[in-house]
């Protein structure tokens, strides 16, 4: 819900920055920023992300098998594109 209202442009004045949190799950804002990261490298990534999960399974595989980098190779290269 929360990458919903990020791509609508209504973000709430507590969330972090663009890049920030420590881990990519660590909070609905965060994540709404990573999964939009992770969906600007392939246009179609949450939905077929959404497709896998249909089935009621959730495994970080997913962004290896959509993106071809793990979770956390992704997170670091979303925290990077921060860095100055």
Not at 39 to 65: C, H, K, P, T, Y
């Amino acid at each position: 819900a929360d990458y919903v209202r990020l791509k609508a442009g209504l973000t709430l004045s507590h969330w972090v920055e663009p890049g920030g949190g420590e881990t990519w799950d660590q909070g609905y804002d965060v994540t709404a920023y990573f999964l939009d990261y992770c969906n600007g490298i392939q246009g179609d990534f949450l939905w077929q992300m959404n497709a896998r999960l249909a089935n009621g399974v959730w495994s970080e595989s997913v962004f290896f098998d959509l993106l071809g980098k793990s979770v956390q190779d992704l997170w670091t290269d979303d925290k990077n594109a921060f860095k100055f």
